[in-house]
């Protein structure tokens, strides 16, 4: 009976949505209007498009588009990481009465919409912004146009936009770490160094793969961030960029929705692997 609202919950917004993109994949198009038919019939479902779409993610142009991402991804986890490890570890274990006001901080960002978050690093990293302003002051090149479709620009707006997803649930972990097996490291002639390395890392390595998961499945479908700090420039466009391009701007809504379920494939199959690490970690910590 507890199962009920979130089952349904499921079925409604996952499983009925999942369903309805399929149908869109696999239908057809007006040819007057180019918009889509969707075929709710599995029995008239046509999987031309899909093939074509598969092929160019595996060989053709799309290969490319989704080498990007996953390096983008990548590069803005670590990222995330680097920022997000020392905060969270800081304000589990060291914050002290002053948890509260950092947790409140922490959370502000979420009160933000994204797009005017990445609206305002447009600002910050104009040829005149802030940011050059500073690398002046340290006699660094001030003169960059971080602006014209370059690499890093997405990684640092990726890694800025999404850090609060890896904060959080790393610092729920962190915080609940049992402070005696710490305490015994460091009673055993532990440096506080080898203790971090030999105690505090190793336990909070479920929370890092959860934080890390919620972080990346999300950055895998942005669009915002490429189209706002690179005016959407194809040297960074992202799989999110072409599945809206497909949906909205080329009549061609069966090629997007066909990439839409190639992505969420993929992502699937990295939700399976955490799955299965984390049921071993359990296991092999009840023994």
């Known amino acids: 009976m507890f199962a009920i609202p979130g089952v349904g919950w499921l079925i409604a917004f996952f499983v009925v949505s999942v369903y309805a993109v399929m149908a869109v994949a696999f239908g057809g198009v007006d040819p007057f209007l180019k918009t889509s ?24 142009y799309l290969r490319k588009v989704f080498v990007r991402t996953f390096a983008f991804v990548g590069l803005a986890l670590v ?10 570890y800081f304000a589990a274990r060291k914050a002290g009465r002053h ?18 978050r990445m609206l305002a690093w447009t600002n910050l990293l104009q ?14 090149p001030d003169n ?10 997405v990684v640092i707006g990726l890694t800025y936009g999404y850090v609060p997803f890896f904060i959080l649930p790393l610092y729920s972990t ?3 770490l049992d402070g005696r097996l710490i305490e015994a490291g460091r009673d055993l002639g532990a440096s506080a160094i080898q203790t971090f390395l030999r105690v505090t890392l190793p336990l909070s390595v479920p929370g890092l793969m959860a934080a890390s ?15 706002y700090l690179t005016s959407g420039s194809p040297r960074t466009e992202m799989v999110g960029n072409q599945i809206e391009n497909y949906l909205r701007n080329t009549g061609q809504p069966q090629t997007g929705a066909s990439l839409v379920l190639i992505l969420m494939a993929m992502l699937f199959a990295l939700m399976v692997y955490y799955m299965v690490t984390t049921i071993r970690q359990q296991r092999a910590a009840e023994r």
């Open 37 to 60: 038919i969707p075929a709710w019939n599995p029995l008239e479902w046509d999987f031309t498009t899909m093939g074509h779409v598969i092929h160019e993610v595996f060989n053709g």
């Open 127 to 140: 040829p005149d912004g802030l940011v050059n302003q500073v690398l002046g002051w340290f006699s660094l």
């Open 213 to 227: 998961v919620i972080t990346v499945l999300p950055m895998f479908g942005d669009y915002y961030t490429n189209s």
């Open 79 to 88: 990222g995330c990481i680097a920022i997000g490890y020392p905060v969270a």
């Open 174 to 176: 962190l915080e609940r």
């Open 99 to 116: 948890k509260g006001l950092l947790l409140a901080a922490l959370v502000l960002p979420f009160w933000i919409s994204y797009l005017m």
């Open 144 to 153: 960059r146009n971080w602006l014209d479709g370059d690499w890093y620009t």
